[in-house]
């Protein structure tokens, strides 16, 4: 599916979890993942042009991609479907994921981070889609 990220960043959230994009940490910005109960925010390295984003969602721990630039990790709390987000609480989720119950770990890892930090739109948000891939794997949290 494609994000459209502004600001570099975009949310995920579980059921009717609270919206919480402004209890993000230093710490959270920095590793570009970071989850506040059912709320989570995902970092991406270019402003606002489409990135492409693949959620799987599997049964155990898939373990961290070699090919991967990062990756970190979090745990969402509470139960529900897992909608994603653009920017403004008020707009309809780009698609919703169906999540097994209770707790799950979140992993993001990013693809292609150096390219979309030299793309020429980087900083400005444009229509040609980035070349940054990020690949959110959730499994149920133990």
Request: charge should be negative; hydrophobic fraction near 35%; charged fraction near 25%.
């Amino acid at each position: 599916m494609m994000i459209r990220p502004w600001y570099r960043q975009f949310y995920l959230r579980r059921g009717d979890a609270e919206w919480y994009s402004d209890r993000i940490s230093d710490h959270g910005y920095t590793s570009g993942l970071e989850a506040v109960d059912g709320f989570a925010y995902v970092g991406t390295t270019m402003y606002g042009s489409p990135t492409e984003v693949v959620i799987e969602v599997r049964q155990d721990d898939p373990g961290i991609p070699e090919s991967a630039d990062r990756s970190a990790e979090a745990v969402l709390s509470g139960d529900g479907d897992l909608a994603i987000l653009n920017w403004d609480p008020d707009d309809q989720p780009v698609a919703t994921i169906q999540m097994p119950e209770g707790n799950v770990r979140l992993r993001a890892s990013w693809f292609g981070t150096k390219a979309a930090a030299a793309h020429p739109d980087s900083d400005v948000g444009g229509e040609e889609r980035s070349p940054e891939r990020i690949v959110l794997d959730v499994w149920p949290a133990p």
